[in-house]
Nanobody, 123 residues
Framework: QVQLEESGGGLVQAGGSLRLSCAASGRTLSGYTMGWFRQAPGKEREVVAAIGWSGGMAVYADSMKGRCTISRDSAKNTLYLQMNSLKPEDTAVYYC????????????????WGQGTQVTVSS
């Protein structure tokens, strides 16, 4: 079993930055693709980015491409999402998850999820 816990969310003004963290416990994240997703009120969960097991490859969805960077620290068993130039439409609950498919951008391929952290961007 893997437990994932997100942190770093909060309230930020438009144009600001936040760094989300996802700490894993129970089992190592090494060897697995990890991803960040988000879900805004009344909308479906959507992918933000995914990173390969070695950290060398990352893919981004169009929603935040160019404004965010996904990274991981294998030694700390932690995943990160640096978000810049935030917009009010980025307001959502952000989730980290572990995939069973390499560099997948599909939620169906993720079988472990955190509880989420709220990000609110004010205009």
């Amino acid at each position: 079993q893997v437990q994932l816990e997100e942190s770093g969310g909060g309230l930020v003004q438009a144009g600001g930055s936040l760094r989300l963290s996802c700490a894993a416990s129970g089992r190592t994240l090494s060897g697995y693709t990890m991803g960040w997703f988000r879900q805004a009120p009344g909308k479906e969960r959507e992918v933000v980015a995914a990173i390969g097991w070695s950290g060398g490859m990352a893919v981004y969805a169009d929603s935040m491409k160019g404004r965010c960077t996904i990274s991981r620290d294998s030694a700390k068993n932690t995943l990160y999402l640096q978000m810049n130039s935030l917009k009010p439409e980025d307001t959502a609950v952000y989730y980290c998850a572990r995939a069973n498919r390499y560099l997948s951008l599909t939620a169906h391929d993720y079988n472990y999820w955190g509880q989420g952290t709220q990000v609110t961007v004010s205009s």
